[in-house]
T-cell receptor
Framework: NAGVTQTPKFQVLKTGQSMTLQCAQD?????MYWYRQDPGMGLRLIYY???????DKGEVPNGYNVSRLNKREFSLRLESAAPSQTSVYFC?????????????FGEGSRLTVL | GNSVTQMEGPVTLSEEAFLTINCTYT??????LFWYVQYPGEGLQLLLK?????DKGSNKGFEATYRKETTSFHLEKGSVQVSDSAVYFC???????????FGRGTQLTVWP
């Protein structure tokens, strides 16, 4: 009954450090996404993967990289963290693409960059 | 283009009060509309959806009707509970572009 699992749930970084957020889903979904949520901004799409082996940029991809390791896992990497990347990050998955609208979200990862 | 506008929060209500959260949209085609809910410390969950004009989505006592003439999808509940305290997001999907557009969210707090 896990659904979408993200790790870590909390992380504090110093400017310039790198880290990877991990995401795994056990629903056999084709599509996976990374969003960031900032106060008053709603959710903004960073990157998505429509299927295993493909990744595409979303609305705010600068400063991030992603890897679709297999059908289950989709990781988000910050190579050189900046204070502007302080945010709550959500991984999501869906059977069909984002345009179908029915996404399943993880619990979020709160990242603070000092 | 596509966009979603939600009423500004926060919204504070007493238990058993009537709830309306306004949502209007701009779309280039024929979108589907959604309400997502985010409980404290959790990710978003799909609350209800409507795929065409005049459809009514409903779940857990919440309802929203897809009004093409007013480009609206307002969320309503007749009697809110403390457990309904959460952030509510209106969203629009564009199947042609394959994209989902979220509003900024409305914080609801219900007091006993």
């Amino acid at each position: 009954n896990a659904g979408v699992t993200q790790t870590p749930k909390f992380q504090v970084l110093k400017t310039g450090q790198s880290m990877t957020l991990q995401c795994a889903q056990d629903m056999n979904h084709n599509s996976m996404y990374w969003y960031r949520q900032d106060p008053g901004m709603g959710l903004r799409l960073i990157y998505y993967s429509a299927s295993e082996g493909t990744t595409d940029k979303g609305e705010v991809p600068n400063g991030y990289n992603v890897s679709r390791l297999n059908k289950r896992e989709f990781s988000l990497r910050l190579e050189s963290a900046a204070p502007s990347q302080t945010s709550v990050y959500f991984c999501a998955s869906s059977v069909r693409g984002e345009g179908a609208g029915e996404l399943f979200f993880g619990e979020g990862s709160r990242l603070t960059v000092l | 283009g596509n966009s979603v506008t939600q009423m500004e929060g926060p919204v504070t209500l007493s238990e058993e009060a009537f709830l309306t959260i306004n949502c209007t949209y701009t779309a280039t085609g024929y979108p589907s509309l959604f309400w997502y809910v985010q409980y404290p410390g959790e990710g978003l969950q799909l609350l209800l959806k409507a795929t065409k004009a005049d459809d009514k989505g409903s779940n857990k006592g919440f309802e929203a009707t897809y009004r093409k003439e007013t480009t609206s999808f307002h969320l309503e509940k007749g009697s809110v509970q403390v457990s309904d305290s959460a952030v509510y997001f209106c969203a629009l999907s564009d199947r042609t572009l394959g994209r989902l557009y979220f509003g900024r969210g409305t914080q609801l707090t219900v007091w006993p």
